[in-house]
């Protein structure tokens, strides 16, 4: 690293400064004392020289190409010493609005901790799930791209997906990678730890579960649908119930953990009934969040879900989660109260998805039930309605502060 010659600097200029004050103390001449003063003047600045040297040498090592050595140090040291002090946040979901949402958060705190679905059973995911009989990786590998550290290469990679070749099509790489590194060490907690230290990410992922896992919707009419992928197919009769098989899957060992040393607690955003419910339904996990003593926070969806909250309210939501859970799993409500801009509403009415509602009746509702309600600008429309990462995450700071 090339720091050999500079600590042999420093060296030199500490061996100057002694000398000098020792000439200063023994000489009465004051032609030798002032040539004393010029001697450690010399080596104060050798020395200044040579740690500057030294820690440019360590930040090139750190980052080999040479660049932003200045701004990768100031990063470091700001994640070192203001981001490891942040609050202890767990979030609990799963898909698209739970990688979105640890976007924002990495960038305010370093104690996070992600519990995701493992109820995935579509697209690439279900596919290494059936032919392997590993967990779904995808929501996992959403969530440790979210929290990389790094930028560069890494995250693209793990993000690439196949478009063609016999077997490949359709595949994830970051999918692929979890999976075969689950096979070679044969246990998937390992892989998703593993691949974490890949992506040098700011936090913890933790499956909510290690079993393989169902998830089944009973219908009003008494239909019950069987399978994460499946469920929206069917839009003819609300959900009412959802449940897992098999229902005593136990919860993980570190989800429960991290849970009960949470200062914040956020459930979603995502799919109500696919993303963020499976974590819930784990006996496990629900317990330790209402037994928490850190604030529970709920992020409600911007837009409804065809074939699973058709018709939803905000106050819909909630209910749904206290039916399926038991009162005291939320503290507070977080809700979009952004227009949807008129080109994007009518893609999305084509698709039978709608702004979720919030109304008078929500309020009095959530007053009721002593769930804070706050309303915030935190949709994001540009091709698609999203949360905003970085809104919403200071929406979850400011209420922790508050």
């Not at 779904?136 to 440790?144: Q, S, V």
């Not at 897992?244 to 849970?259: F, G, M, Q």
């Not at 939803?312 to 227009?339: L, M, Q, W």
């Not at 009518?346 to 007053?367: G, I, N, S, T």
């Amino acid at each position: 690293m090339l720091i050999k010659r500079w600590i042999s600097l420093a060296v030199f200029g500490i061996f100057m400064i002694s000398m000098g004050f020792v000439i200063v103390i023994a000489e009465r001449n004051p032609h030798n004392k002032a040539m004393a003063g010029m001697v450690i003047m010399l080596g104060i600045g050798s020395v200044i020289f040579a740690v500057k040297r030294i820690l440019r040498s360590l930040m090139i090592a750190i980052s080999p190409d040479g660049t932003n050595v200045n701004s990768d140090l100031v990063e470091k040291i700001y994640r070192k010493r203001i981001l490891e002090k942040g609050p202890k946040v767990v979030v609990v979901g799963g898909g698209t609005g739970l990688s979105t949402l640890l976007s924002g958060l990495k960038h305010r705190t370093s104690n996070i901790t992600a519990i995701v679905t493992v109820a995935d059973d579509g697209g690439s995911s279900g596919r290494l799930r059936e032919e392997f009989g590993v967990l779904p990786p995808g929501d996992i590998r959403n969530c440790l791209v979210a929290l990389a550290d790094s930028e560069d290469i890494l995250g693209p990679l793990f993000q690439f997906r196949f478009t063609q070749g016999k077997g490949l099509d359709g595949h994830n790489f970051g999918n692929l990678f979890i999976t075969a590194l689950a096979r070679v060490t044969g246990d998937f907690a390992k892989a998703i730890k593993e691949s974490s230290k890949v992506l040098a990410i700011r936090g913890k992922v933790y499956p909510a579960t290690l079993e393989i896992v169902k998830l089944v919707a009973r219908r009003e009419n008494g239909v019950e649908i069987e399978g994460e992928s499946r469920i929206h197919l069917e839009k003819e009769s609300p959900i009412e119930k959802l449940f897992l098989v098999p229902r005593n899957c136990k919860a993980t060992d570190e989800s429960v953990e991290a849970i009960k040393e949470a200062d914040i607690i956020v459930l979603g955003p995502g799919s109500l009934y696919t993303s963020v419910m499976p974590n819930l339904l784990i006996e496990g996990i629900q317990n330790a969040i209402v037994r928490s003593n850190a604030f529970k926070i709920y992020i409600c969806n911007v837009m409804t879900e065809s074939g699973e909250t058709d018709g939803y309210s905000v106050s819909d939501h909630v209910k749904a989660i206290i039916k399926h859970t038991r009162p005291g799993i939320i503290n507070c409500c977080i809700a979009n109260v952004s227009r949807i801009p008129e080109d994007l509403y009518d893609k999305y009415k084509a698709k039978e998805q709608y702004p979720v509602q919030m109304d008078v009746m929500d309020e009095k509702w959530m007053k009721a039930e002593k769930i804070d309600l706050i309303k915030e600008d935190i949709s994001w429309p540009k091709e698609y309605v999203r949360h905003n990462s970085e809104k919403l995450a200071e929406v979850i700071m400011d209420v922790m502060e508050k």
